[in-house]
């Protein structure tokens, strides 16, 4: 397990190249991340996931309202509510499926999170700056990029970020999908895309296994679009 002092020092490695002095996150983020209260599970997420440097690109700012879409058990959340800080607000569209009271005790610990559970239209329309959706595309459609695409202000972003499949595969049964469909699926729901990223990707993953296979140890190829309201 790694204590506090190696945790920050993993933290601040992966952000290696960028200027901590010029980051527009909350001054304390990468503290927030290292916390005790947060959960082991979700620090050990941190390396594959690149959490600083999504935040960068995405160009998340201390007081934002930013919206966590379809949320599932919250990792993002708590990213997105260390990187806003107190004068910030987190939207977390968990959706009616899941532990509940988990999640909602997520939440309130972390102050400056609302969850919401009836769907993402109980955000509201033009209320975020940014938005991220991740690992949830494989099984929606462009109609669900049309909801994050509404709950924008204009001129907001996004990132969109899936598991990546193969073509010939059966993207469905490994929950993967095509870039190339992804992309599709964003320019149908009015984004422009802005960058198509490979800040995700990991030569080491094989396309044709199961997202959950126990050899992939959750680190999956993803692809990673930055998107924008216009």
């Known amino acids: 397990m790694l204590r506090r002092g190696n945790m920050l020092a993993v933290l601040i490695g992966l952000s290696a190249g960028l200027a901590m002095s010029a980051q527009a996150v909350a001054p304390d983020f990468l503290d927030k991340l290292a916390a005790d209260a947060r959960p082991a599970e979700d620090k050990g ?3 594959s ?3 600083y440097q999504v935040m960068q690109l995405l160009d998340v700012q201390a007081g934002m309202t930013v919206v966590d879409v379809a949320a599932g058990g919250g990792w993002y959340t708590e990213v997105l509510s260390a ?3 107190p004068s910030g607000t987190v939207i977390a569209d968990f959706g ?12 309130d610990r972390l102050g400056n999170v609302e969850a919401i559970f009836e769907g993402l239209a109980a955000a509201g329309t033009g209320v975020a700056d940014r938005a991220v959706t991740a690992l949830s595309l494989h099984h929606r ?5 049309r909801e994050i ?10 990132v969109v970020i899936d598991h990546e499949g193969s073509p010939g595969m059966d993207n469905d049964e490994l929950h993967r999908m095509l870039k190339a469909d992804a992309q599709s699926w964003i320019e149908e729901a009015g984004f422009e895309i802005i960058e198509d990223s490979d800040l995700l990707h990991t030569s080491a993953d094989d396309h044709s296994m199961y997202i959950m296979a126990p050899e992939l140890g959750r680190d999956t190829d993803r692809f990673l679009f930055l998107v924008r309201r216009p």
């Open 49 to 51: 996931r690149r959490p």
């Open 83 to 85: 990187a806003v800080g």
């Open 96 to 107: 009616p499926r899941g532990n509940m009271q988990e999640r909602q005790a997520r939440a």
């Open 45 to 47: 997420r941190d390396g």
């Open 141 to 145: 459609n462009a109609a669900f990029l």
């Open 149 to 158: 695409y509404e709950v924008l202000k204009p001129g907001g972003m996004a």
